[in-house]
């Protein structure tokens, strides 16, 4: 279909996304003005500094690292055409709720770990945990639809081809994150995080 290569009157959503998160990498990792590590989520600092339930997601490790998650923005925004997005704010919503759900999923995790005295060390940053997220909703969207996110009207429809997409990067993506270096919590409740913002 042609109008998933054609430019779309969606796609600001998209374009402000990717010129923040390259707009940062040049402040922290090129220029260097930035020091990136007042953003990262670390999960005992949250409390005294909620802001990097926000920024953690705005900064990267390296410039691979961004360029993997540009190209996650590029395939969820193919997928979101195919599927017959009819809103034109559904992925900076997305993005927002998603940050306060990843936030709470790991809050939980780190909870249960504490009951059995158990208190994990870790930062995590990057915009992997959001493209999780979408692939999560977009696979179960592909299968059902949904027709309304959060009262709005969003019009996906059910879709075998991003089916048969989405579960292939969702295999390859959970093997891939058991790679050294790759925060495996970060995936996992972001994937958690778009099923769970499917359902509502």
Same mark, same amino acid.
């Given at each position: 279909?042609?109008?998933?290569?054609s430019?779309s009157?969606?796609?600001?959503?998209?374009?402000?996304t990717?010129?923040?998160?390259?707009?940062v990498f040049i402040?922290t990792?090129l220029?260097?003005?930035?020091?990136?590590?007042?953003f990262y989520?670390? *999960?005992?600092?949250i409390?005294?500094? *909620?802001h990097?339930?926000f $920024?953690?997601?705005?900064?990267?490790a390296?410039l691979n690292?961004?360029?993997s998650?540009?190209?996650?923005i590029?395939? $969820?925004?193919n997928?979101?055409?195919?599927?017959?997005?009819e809103?034109?704010f559904?992925y900076?919503k997305?993005?927002?709720i998603?940050?306060?759900?990843?936030?709470?999923?790991?809050w939980v995790?780190e909870?249960i770990?504490s009951?059995?005295?158990?208190?994990p060390?870790?930062?995590?940053?990057g915009?992997?945990?959001?493209?999780?997220?979408?692939?999560?909703?977009l696979?179960?969207t592909?299968f059902?639809?949904?027709?309304?996110?959060l009262g709005?009207q969003i019009?996906?429809?059910?879709n075998f081809e991003?089916?048969?997409?989405?579960?292939t990067?969702?295999?390859?993506?959970?093997?891939?994150s058991?790679?050294p270096?790759?925060?495996l919590?970060?995936?996992l $409740?972001?994937?958690?995080a778009?099923?769970?913002?499917?359902l509502i």
């Amino acid at each position: 279909m042609n109008i998933n290569n054609s430019i779309s009157k969606y796609d600001w959503q998209y374009l402000i996304t990717g010129f923040f998160l390259i707009s940062v990498f040049i402040f922290t990792d090129l220029i260097g003005v930035i020091d990136k590590e007042y953003f990262y989520f670390i *999960p005992r600092l949250i409390s005294n500094q *909620p802001h990097r339930i926000f $920024t953690s997601i705005l900064i990267h490790a390296d410039l691979n690292h961004l360029l993997s998650n540009l190209g996650g923005i590029i395939i $969820t925004r193919n997928f979101l055409m195919r599927l017959g997005i009819e809103s034109r704010f559904f992925y900076l919503k997305f993005i927002l709720i998603c940050s306060f759900f990843n936030f709470f999923i790991i809050w939980v995790y780190e909870r249960i770990l504490s009951y059995f005295n158990i208190f994990p060390n870790y930062a995590v940053l990057g915009f992997s945990g959001i493209i999780y997220a979408l692939f999560g909703f977009l696979l179960l969207t592909s299968f059902y639809g949904k027709k309304y996110f959060l009262g709005k009207q969003i019009g996906f429809n059910s879709n075998f081809e991003v089916q048969k997409m989405s579960k292939t990067i969702c295999i390859l993506g959970l093997i891939f994150s058991f790679f050294p270096g790759v925060s495996l919590l970060g995936h996992l $409740t972001g994937f958690i995080a778009g099923c769970f913002l499917f359902l509502i």
